[in-house]
């Protein structure tokens, strides 16, 4: 990001011709996540299996979460578009870009298992470490650094390929104790992982179809390189966007392959809910087509308003995402404890709110609160080029 961002911007880049819809895109669904986080701290007292129980879950609960859907999805695929970027600033293109995935992969896995984690359950030493979207997106970029050789259509094909049919692999599970069920854990079968009789890893991201989209996000570089057709780009995410929508409501209708089979509900909203309730622990085919299809047309749609005044502080989020990210978990945590001293376990065995508008208000709270910081640490990251670990927040 330019720093600091200035009105009005020109209508396709900002100054240094970086497209300012990569980072509010990114900036949207860091809100989004916000609200999910909020709904996780505040509200779990109803909180959700994957896919949702429909006629459980009320509607302002289900849509929530719905939204929230978006996050790791378009972020996985907006972090392999930004390595091919990356790379393409550098002589040694391909070779920077692997080593600049390795070094902040390694940097994310270890982020998730200390600092992150002890957000989540404030234990040390642990007894349950959750292998979470941090923990995939640093794997999925350890696995790219090696995918970066690969030619750009063997990559798409990759991405096709296990995005497309790692639903065939469902069906397959290994026992603990098998000597495959700690990689199948990690790879594709959401479970448990024993290290010790003290210490249990819990694999809530299954790796696999993962390494997939940030494939398909690389493969799609060149579309955003300075001096390309921005006419050309539009037109493809427009297709692309319209054919993963139209792909999951053929499947979805078909209930064929993709995710698990669904059925009408009593009324129209829990038929439509019923429709759209898609598998996340791992991203089945039919959910990764509805949010990168929604995803793809919202990157179309900020890059047709690159000027708009409103797309810079979704641009300012975007700018400083594992700042923001660990920031905002922390300050949820305290709340959490804050809340509990005052008021007690009010809603059972946690503290939390009455109603999901109470949510959404506390999302919204927050996130203007937390703003003035991650607009002053995107500042700094954007100025201070020569601290070099500012480049992996």
């Not at 040694?92 to 390694?106: E, I, P, V």
């Not at 945590?333 to 508008?357: I, P, R």
Request: proline share 6%.
């Amino acid at each position: 990001m330019s720093e600091p961002l200035s009105i009005p911007l020109p209508p396709h880049a900002d100054a240094r011709g970086r497209l300012l819809s990569i980072d509010a895109l990114r900036g949207l669904v860091i809100l989004f996540m916000l609200l999910d986080h909020v709904r996780e701290t505040f509200y779990l007292h109803h909180q959700v299996p994957d896919p949702m129980v429909v006629d459980q879950t009320p509607p302002e609960l289900f849509f929530s979460r719905l939204l929230a859907h978006l996050c790791a999805p378009v972020f996985v695929f907006l972090t392999g578009l930004s390595a091919f970027l990356y790379g393409a600033k550098h002589a040694d293109g391909r070779a920077a870009t692997s080593s600049f995935l390795w070094k902040r992969g390694l940097f994310l896995v270890v982020l998730e298992v200390t600092l992150i984690n002890f957000a989540w359950t404030f234990q040390f030493p642990p007894a349950k470490v959750f292998l979470q979207v941090i923990w995939v997106i640093g794997l999925s970029m350890l696995s790219l650094a090696a995918l970066v050789w690969l030619p750009r259509k063997a990559l798409v094909m990759l991405g096709v390929v296990l995005v497309a049919g790692h639903n065939l692999l469902d069906g397959v599970h290994f026992p603990v104790g098998h000597v495959l069920h700690v990689p199948w854990a990690v790879l594709h079968d959401r479970g448990w992982i024993e290290v010790s009789d003290a210490l249990k890893l819990r694999t809530s991201y299954p790796l696999l179809p993962w390494i997939g989209l940030i494939a398909m996000g690389y493969a799609a570089g060149p579309w955003f390189m300075a001096g390309a057709d921005a006419v050309r780009r539009q037109r493809l995410l427009l297709v692309w966007g319209l054919g993963l929508l139209a792909g999951f409501v053929l499947l979805r209708a078909l209930d064929v392959y993709g995710d698990k089979p669904w059925a009408a509900g009593s009324s129209a909203v829990t038929t439509l809910m019923a429709f759209l309730n898609i598998t996340k622990y791992p991203p089945s085919l039919l959910f990764i087509a509805l949010t990168m299809g929604v995803g793809l047309l919202l990157l179309r749609a900020f890059e047709r308003r690159q000027g708009a005044a409103w797309l810079v502080p979704l641009a300012v989020y975007g700018a400083a995402p594992m700042f923001f990210y660990v920031l905002h978990l922390y300050v949820l945590k305290f709340l959490y404890l804050g809340g509990e001293a005052v008021w007690g376990l009010n809603q059972g065995k946690f503290f939390g709110f009455s109603a999901m508008w109470m949510v959404w208000l506390a999302s919204v709270v927050l996130a203007f609160a937390l703003y003035p910081a991650v607009r002053a640490f995107a500042a700094l990251k954007a100025r201070r080029r020569d601290i070099a670990w500012l480049k992996y927040l």
